[in-house]
């Protein structure tokens, strides 16, 4: 016999069906309804919430998708990683992928069976977007909708454990994004059970989660229960926490400080945030949510906008060497200063460590929230692109790089999607096209995240990256980490420490023995060897 649990207050009536047979479920306490039914792993089941027939909202696999039966999961598996541990925080070259376009085979084991690219190129960790069951089989993953089971077209739960135990062994940490702030519009069935939303604060995606308001504490339960769940049944070594500042919570001690408390202090969470406010990843006993890093978008603005000249949209208010300058001293651009873009005062100071933010010149949102998905290398020259990827690779923070950029891959990254509701795709459609007004793109230049093609547009070409010009690129960054790894100035997150100036064209940042001089007017210069 199984015992079958789910919070749903909500409904009137409530009952569990497995094996062809409607089993009533019993009311318990603050909302529970529990019941017993002869079940085996891989047996499909499903709810039915006032004669709906809907999905469990902790269903660990959902073999036929958002809208198909749940299924029982075998939680046996034969890890082999009982020595791993993981690199400190410090020390990671953080490698972002997407699992459905790294590798032509869209799935776990089609990434596990590219590692051997990896551990050649000298990252340490890969970061994994969002893997929870969404709508469809194409996406980004960021509107997830059963976020307790990785996706079915991926490879479910045992293709996910494989991946993460062959990362271990080939020593690579694991990192998973997780989306804490919406679900996705399709087969979003939780407001069915329980009121996980709330209508007192809206996200750009939709209605907020229910954090601070009535039975908030079993909607809390819920989502740190589910990064608990990451960590200890799939071996994840941290997570990365999606547009943290799209959490609403007016509580005494907020979301975040309750998920760094109740999870275990050595699985890293990151924050992605664009408050600029170090309060994220400062400790609790000083005021702080306790987080352990957090990304640093002012660096990748001010790097962006100096090397493509671009000043639209967010991009207002950088594109001067100092501004690059100043995200490398402080990781802010915008500690309390006036921010153009903004129309107001941005950020705070801080006195943290380099080692809480991390750099990039590319990640999926720099790339993929572009109308046309163009890489950097789309954008600029290879000097400059060697130029983004010194200043990253040898800054004072941890640094990331997005799969393909290490060899300048000729792909785009396009957003794309694969809802099967007509409503919803129509919608992600329009919503595409007004998102880049403030860009200045037309609609005709904004490809369909629906059309199958944008999907297909964006799987790297693994064969380009022996190609001339590729291949050298490669190279490079191969050079860089394993400069990085040599020299533990690199690795060093003291600020202060961080000598940085600009002269005319030119910016030139030493770090211990270790100088970087980049001129911004010449595809090439001479760089002498001391001074």
């Known amino acids: 016999m199984t015992r079958f649990s789910v919070w749903a207050p909500n409904p009137g009536s409530v009952e569990l069906e497995v094996a062809g ?55 046996g598996f034969a890890w082999s990683d009982a020595g791993w541990s993981a690199p400190a925080l410090a020390d990671l ?37 969002p893997v929870a069951e969404f709508a469809g089989d194409r996406g980004w993953g960021y509107d997830g909708v059963d976020l307790y089971a990785p996706h079915h077209g991926y490879g479910g739960p045992e293709g996910l454990k494989r991946l993460v135990d062959a990362c271990h062994a080939r020593g690579l940490a694991v990192i998973l994004d997780v989306v804490y702030n919406h679900l996705g519009p399709e087969g979003n069935y939780l407001s069915r059970f329980a009121p996980y939303f709330t209508d007192r604060y809206q996200t750009p995606w939709g209605p907020a989660i229910n954090f601070d308001g009535a039975d908030s504490d079993l909607v809390r339960d819920f989502f740190v229960e589910n990064a608990a769940m990451w960590l200890a049944d799939y071996h994840v070594d941290a997570l990365r926490l999606d547009a943290v500042h799209a959490i609403f919570d007016m509580s005494a001690e907020h979301f975040l400080e309750e998920l760094r408390r109740r999870l275990p202090a050595d699985r890293p969470l990151i924050a992605e945030s664009d408050l600029n406010d170090p309060r994220l990843v400062t400790p609790v006993a000083q005021g702080g949510y306790g987080l352990d890093a957090q990304w640093s978008d002012d660096f990748h603005h001010a790097l962006h906008a100096v090397l493509t000249g671009e000043r639209s949209g967010y991009y207002a ?26 129309r107001r005062r941005h950020g705070r100071p801080h006195s943290l460590s380099g080692n809480r933010f991390l750099a990039y010149a590319q990640n999926h949102d720099q790339v993929g929230n572009r109308a046309r998905g163009e890489r950097l ?103 860089l980490i394993q400069l990085r790894r040599e020299r533990p100035e690199l690795r060093d997150g003291r600020l ?36």
Not at 320 to 334: F, I, K, M, S
Request: charge should be negative; hydrophobic fraction near 40%; proline fraction near 6%.
């Open 21 to 75: 047979s409607a089993v009533p479920l019993a009311a318990e306490e603050r909302g529970w309804r529990s019941g017993e039914a002869e079940a085996a792993a891989g047996s499909n089941y499903r709810y039915r919430v006032d004669g709906d027939r809907l999905p469990d909202p902790r269903s660990r696999f959902q073999p036929q998708g958002v809208h198909g039966p749940s299924a029982l999961v075998d939680q």
């Open 496 to 531: 202060d420490q961080v000598d940085v100036r600009v002269e005319g064209s030119r910016l030139v940042m030493r770090r211990g023995q270790v100088t970087v001089a980049c001129d911004l007017a010449r595809d090439s210069v001479e760089v002498g060897t001391s001074g």
């Open 317 to 342: 208010g950088y594109g001067d060497l100092e501004h690059l300058a100043t995200a490398l001293r402080r990781a802010y651009v915008y500690a309390g200063e006036y921010a153009p873009h903004r």
């Open 377 to 479: 290398s789309m954008l600029v020259s290879p000097g400059r692109l060697r130029i983004a990827a010194a200043l990253v690779l040898c800054s004072p923070f941890v640094p990331l790089i997005f799969m393909g950029e290490e060899w300048a891959a000729s792909t785009p990254f396009l957003f794309f999607s694969s809802h099967t509701d007509p409503g919803i795709a129509r919608a992600t459609t329009e919503g595409r096209i007004k998102e880049f007004e403030a860009f200045g793109w037309k609609a005709a230049e904004v490809p369909d995240p629906q059309d199958p093609a944008s999907f297909e547009r964006s799987q790297l070409r693994w064969e380009e990256r022996l190609e001339p010009g590729h291949a050298e690129m490669l190279g490079w960054y191969r050079e």
């Open 93 to 129: 070259v953080i490698y972002e992928l997407h699992v459905g376009t790294f590798a032509p085979e869209g799935t776990f084991d089609g990434v596990a069976a590219r590692l051997d690219h990896l551990v050649e190129l000298g990252v340490n960790a890969i970061e994994l977007m």
